[in-house]
């Protein structure tokens, strides 16, 4: 099973709320990522999560707020967002050994107002 | 420093043409790992090879192959006998250890299959 799956599937919120994207694998892969992706362009590292650790952080501004509580699961913690933070968010797994393909999920794509 | 060349941003085809999609990568590394994904309308990235540097062999899955040259730093896909299902975007990504695995992508190739 090569399932990552992400929840909302849409989310809209105005400039001054706090949401959360989540995130869950059973594939027992012990890398996370969450990655951007804006319209008609390529997905964008933002986090890497490596046996529960925040192990690469792309200079991502600090109103993304990344979480790991656990092996399967990942969050992104969102507040005062821009609305050029409007975007599709994907979430993938991975074995931690280097240059294991990456399983994604369906994304949720965020509108902010 | 890492990068992934996709010339070609959209290339449209007849049902039943076969279709190249480039790739070109740059790296200086040694060691490092090659992908496709395809990402159709509904946005899910979709894994569909992944190659190691070590490793030329040229590699055919059904209707698709793949022909890593590292001669010229290139990862081509060929889709033999389109179909429409076939419609997607193709990413090439390259992934290479620069204090962490990072991969980075490619911008990316439309391909639109006409019935």
């Known amino acids: 099973d090569t399932e990552v799956t992400q929840t909302p599937k849409h989310l809209v919120m105005g400039m001054t709320n706090k949401k959360s994207l989540k995130c869950e694998q059973h594939?027992?892969?012990?890398?996370m990522y969450w990655y951007k992706q804006k319209a008609k362009k390529p997905p964008e590292l933002m986090f890497v999560?490596?046996?529960?650790?925040?192990?690469i952080n792309e200079s991502v501004p600090s109103r993304f707020s990344p979480e790991c509580p656990n092996s399967s699961l990942l969050n992104l913690h969102l507040h005062a967002l821009q609305p050029e933070d409007s975007a599709l968010y994907l979430c993938?797994?991975?074995?931690?050994?280097?240059?294991?393909?990456?399983?994604f999920g369906p994304g949720t794509r965020l509108t902010v107002l | 420093a890492q990068k992934v060349t996709q010339a070609q941003t959209e290339i449209s085809v007849v049902e039943k043409e076969d279709v190249t999609l480039d790739c070109v990568y740059e790296?200086?590394?040694?060691?490092?790992?090659l992908f496709w994904y395809k990402q159709p309308p509904s946005g899910e990235l979709v894994f569909l090879i992944r190659?190691?540097?070590?490793?030329?062999q040229n590699e055919i899955s059904g209707r698709y192959s793949w022909n890593f040259q590292k001669s010229t730093s290139s990862f081509n896909f060929t889709i033999t006998a389109s179909q429409v299902v076939d419609s997607a975007v193709y990413f090439c990504?390259?992934?290479?250890?620069?204090?962490?695995?990072?991969?980075?992508f490619g911008a990316g190739t439309r391909l639109f299959v006409k019935a």
């Open positions: 999560y490596s046996y529960e650790k925040l192990s």
């Open positions: 594939m027992g892969h012990r890398a």
């Open positions: 190659r190691n540097s070590f490793d030329e």
């Open positions: 993938a797994s991975s074995h931690p050994r280097g240059g294991d393909t990456q399983y």
């Open positions: 990504a390259l992934s290479e250890y620069t204090g962490g695995f990072k991969t980075i």
């Open positions: 790296t200086r590394d040694t060691t490092y790992y």
